[in-house]
């Protein structure tokens, strides 16, 4: 590349970002991303993953799925001001029933069943008076295992920095590049493309390299205390299957295991029904929306992002993820311009 073209390259990364927040905030001023406005007659679904503090996020190699308390406490304020918030289950059923109140409605889902959930968001959202719906892992909540993709995390981080020689070949093996900017991300994407026994395989040879699991302290799965203590707070606990598994690459007997065997086990737990589930990574495909609706699971969510008008399959919900850059400005304020362009669910090439 000649300097004339890296600088113009340079120029063009310097003002895309200022061009971005000038259009949001546009946008908010004209009341055109308003969701009065834009979101009406739409159900609104954000997600969230992990909600930590600095000194846990600096520890944490999947930092793109999480937020601070702070991020969590405006994000949440943001939410009442312009939006009517509660659980999927019940918010999707005003929706299906045709309520249409003027605040538009939205459900806001955490995944995983991660510790922080209840020890960080918890007290956000209750200080808020604000219901959430937490998709679990029920056999890693039995376990307090960590979750496969956070154990990859975890593992390769470690290897980059005490071996980065090793962790390049290793990471080759199942199609990492060599200059991949975010290895820990990069490796679990292609993870997810494995057959379930070789991705264990792998996770568990990428452990043996590091000495064994590299999980911190205070990170950990909620347990069915803390599930109940939720639950009777007025939160709802949906499925999100019994191991994490990429559903679609199941067989018949480990799926129905998987969706059924995971709303059973709940059930039993919280002695309520459970009417909600959560396609781990969400990869679905028709063979598994069925099975999920078999069931008896009135709603589930999916990772596609957009909002959902009135002819959303209620078993294939578009959500928005919430991360930490989507709602703040190229300076690094928060935005709650940014933030409302995210949820409009028009952001061209948005996951």
């Known amino acids: 590349m000649t300097k004339r073209a890296a ?3 340079g120029l063009l990364s310097t003002l895309r970002p200022r061009v971005r927040d000038l259009g ?3 946008l908010r001023v004209s009341t055109l991303s308003r969701p009065s406005r834009l979101a009406k ?3 609104t679904v954000v997600t969230f993953h992990r909600v930590l503090p600095a000194s846990e996020l600096a520890q944490y190699p999947i930092p793109s799925i999480a937020v601070t308390p702070t991020e969590l406490e405006w994000l949440v304020s943001l939410f009442q001001k ?7 289950a019940e918010v999707a059923t005003r929706f299906a029933l045709g ?4 605040r538009p409605l939205l459900a806001i889902t955490f995944d995983d069943g991660q510790r922080d959930n209840f020890v960080h968001a918890a007290p956000v959202l209750d200080a808020h008076g604000v219901h959430a719906s937490f998709f679990v892992v029920t056999d890693a909540i039995e376990r307090n295992d960590t979750l496969w993709h956070d154990r990859i995390g975890y593992a390769v981080r470690t290897l980059c920095q005490t071996d980065p020689t090793a962790a390049q070949t290793l990471l080759s093996t199942v199609g990492v590049p060599h200059d991949a900017s975010d290895p820990p991300s990069a490796t679990i994407a292609q993870a997810k493309l494995l057959p379930d026994e070789k991705r264990q395989a ?3 040879g990428l452990e043996a390299r590091v000495g064994g699991a590299a999980r911190p302290a205070w990170d950990g799965m909620m347990s069915w205390a803390e599930l109940r203590s939720l639950h009777e707070r007025g939160h709802e606990i949906g499925s999100h299957s019994r191991a994490h598994p990429i559903l679609p690459l199941c067989t018949d007997g480990v799926l129905v295991d998987e969706i059924n065997g995971s709303r059973r086990v709940l059930s039993q737990h919280l002695d309520c029904e459970i009417e909600t589930f959560c396609y781990p990574n969400g990869d679905h495909d028709q063979r598994v929306v069925l099975a999920v609706g078999r069931a008896g699971y ?3 969510v999916t990772t596609r992002y957009g909002v959902n008008g009135d002819k959303a399959p209620q078993l294939a919900l578009r959500r928005i993820d919430m991360q930490s850059a989507h ?3 190229h300076d690094g304020r928060l935005s709650e311009a940014r933030l409302l362009t995210r949820l409009s669910g028009h952001l061209p090439g948005a996951r």
């Open 7 to 9: 600088g113009h390259t």
């Open 24 to 26: 949001a905030e546009l």
């Open 41 to 43: 007659d739409k159900l």
């Open 82 to 88: 312009h939006y009517t918030p509660g659980t999927l």
């Open 99 to 102: 309520d249409r109140p003027e």
């Open 202 to 204: 792998f996770v568990q």
């Open 298 to 300: 009135r709603h589930a």
């Open 327 to 329: 709602a703040r400005a």
